[in-house]
Each structure stands twice: as C-alpha cells, then as structure tokens.
C-alpha cells in the first residue's frame, strides 16, 4: 500500500473512532471546511444531502441525538488516490427500543487530505424487536 494510501485509511480510523466516541470535534476534524455528506436515507436517489461544515456536523449530531448508543462495528477500510472506502455495522437502538443492525458502505472522495465528500450506503433490513 502506498504512504498516501496509508495516510488515508489511517484518516478513516481516526474518523470512525470519533464517530464511536460521539466526539463531533474529532470528525470535523477529518473533514474538509467545503465537505459535503450524502446520508443513506432520503428522497432522492443520493439519500439527503448536507454541504458546508456547519450542516454536515449537524447532521452527524443529529444521528447521536436519535440514537445515543450508536455505534459502527467491525470498520474495514481502503483506499486508492483520491477516493476510499469505508466498510462497517451500524448498530443502535431506535427510541421506540427496537435495533437496527445493518451493514453498510461509505464512499469518500479526498482533497488535501481531508474528506470533501462522503457518501453512506446502508442495507435496509427490518428493524429488530426488542427482546
């Protein structure tokens, strides 16, 4: 793997354990000041899209706020160039107390070694009963 490669999949682990600690500081600090986020779930076909530093880190607290035991499991990551790849477990509890435990992928794309653009991708799996 080349150095930049390295850099950027060590970038992923920094991010994904900031992601875990609900630590927005040290997500933002991963991203890039004209960062956009893509999330998995909206109306059109790229899911819902935030732009700008300000509405990316309000999206990423919003999903902590919804779900306080968020977490994402079992992280893989790669990286080729510009772009990488993020392959995790999102597992939380909905407020009503059922899981979701599905697997999913982010697609990220670099500039200066930060991320401009992440791009999440989620199974959609029925939600989990409590038991």
């Known amino acids: 793997m080349s150095a930049e490669n390295q850099k950027t999949v060590a970038l992923l682990e920094q991010l994904f ?10 997500v933002m600090a991963c ?3 004209d960062c956009v ?3 998995a779930a909206g109306s059109e076909a790229f899911g819902t ?26 992280t893989s990551h790669f990286a080729a160039g510009d772009r990488a790849v993020s392959q995790w477990t999102f597992c939380a509890t909905c407020p009503d ?8 992928v982010d697609v ?3 500039k200066d070694g930060k991320l401009v653009l992440k791009q999440a991708f ?10």
């Open 17 to 26: 354990a900031a992601f875990n600690r609900h630590d927005i500081e040290g």
């Open 97 to 104: 107390g059922r899981r979701i435990e599905a697997d999913g």
């Open 37 to 39: 986020f893509e999330g």
């Open 49 to 74: 899209r935030f732009s700008g530093a300000e509405a990316v880190a309000a999206a990423f607290v919003k999903v902590w706020t919804t779900y306080p035991d968020v977490s994402w499991q079992g």
């Open 108 to 110: 990220f794309t670099l």
């Open 31 to 33: 991203m890039a000041d």
């Open 122 to 131: 989620r199974k959609d799996r029925p939600l989990l009963d409590p038991q």
